[in-house]
């Protein structure tokens, strides 16, 4: 698929759902680890990089996508110990994804471009 050969490695699975409204269109659920950086500022903007660059391929293969949503996992410390969890989530309709210029856009902000993001609080530290 395009997600397993864009991450490589990191690529857990991926999930192409109908969309309840719009038979023809899809919603796309990505799983997968993301890069860790040498701090958590790092990491996020690594994180934001590699969505940006999936989002582009997804977008570009012609699938007619509703929206596409990624769920990125790290190994984090909680208060038990270091266990890989659920670091950040993106969403991004396809509405909106026709609208950005993927050869000119900042991927370590591609956080302004996403309809939605949540992130760990341990990343926001």
């Known amino acids: 698929s395009i997600a397993s050969k864009n991450l490589g490695d990191n690529f857990k699975k991926i999930e192409v759902k109908d969309f309840i409204d719009d038979s023809t269109k899809k919603l796309v659920l990505v799983h997968y680890n993301g890069n860790i950086g040498y701090d958590n500022a790092m990491t996020k903007k690594s994180m934001l990089i590699q969505t940006a660059e999936l989002f582009k391929e997804l977008f570009a293969a012609g699938i007619p996508i509703q929206e596409v949503t990624a769920f ?26 026709a609208n950005i210029d993927w050869r000119n856009i900042n991927k370590t902000k591609f956080d302004q471009n996403l309809d939605n993001i949540w992130i760990a609080p341990a990343l926001k530290k």
């Open 72 to 97: 990125i996992y790290a190994d984090m410390k909680g208060s038990n110990g270091s266990h890989e969890r659920l670091a950040m989530k993106c969403q991004l309709k396809g509405s909106n994804a």
